[in-house]
């Protein structure tokens, strides 16, 4: 067995001259094989990074926002993270698609007979379904469903 270990941290700017931040570290033990296919090795090494970073992005736009209430709970608005370019400039949070989501489209693809990756890459130009946005997985989930309902097809 060989061990990957990916690590992402970021910190997010705050009014006040104050910041919160966020990290994480994954470790996960792959097939020594990977060895031999470094394209294989290097794709997992990817998707280890980009959970990291998904996973570092979620908590800082769900963290508490002082008042001991989540940003989702307390408001629609999301404070952005920080850029860091220290010049204040927020860039925009992007929220990507709930494992339910996920797990809605896997099934309601598996019952229409396509595959759920390519459909969200032809649907939504994305490279796999994990890179869906929220609002991107829930477009997509009605158009499935109603292609469900045109078709006739058993949920």
Request: net charge positive; hydrophobic share 30%.
């Amino acid at each position: 067995m060989l061990k990957l270990n990916a690590g992402f941290s970021r910190k997010v700017g705050e009014p006040n001259y104050c910041s919160r931040g966020a990290s994480v570290n994954i470790e996960l033990e792959v097939e020594s094989g990977l060895v031999g296919g470094p394209d294989g090795l290097l794709d997992r090494i990817r998707r280890l990074f980009e959970l990291a970073r998904r996973s570092v992005d979620q908590e800082l736009a769900s963290a508490n926002n002082g008042n001991g209430a989540s940003n989702e709970t307390s408001s629609n608005h999301q404070r952005p993270p920080y850029d860091g370019r220290g010049n204040g400039t927020p860039q925009q949070t992007v929220r990507y698609a709930t494992p339910s989501q996920q797990g809605a489209i896997r099934a309601i693809c598996k019952n229409l007979g396509l595959d759920a990756d390519q459909t969200a890459k032809l649907k939504h130009n994305v490279s796999r379904l994990d890179d869906l946005t929220l609002q991107e997985a829930s477009a997509l989930i009605g158009e499935l469903k109603a292609i469900q309902a045109e078709q006739g097809v058993r949920r």
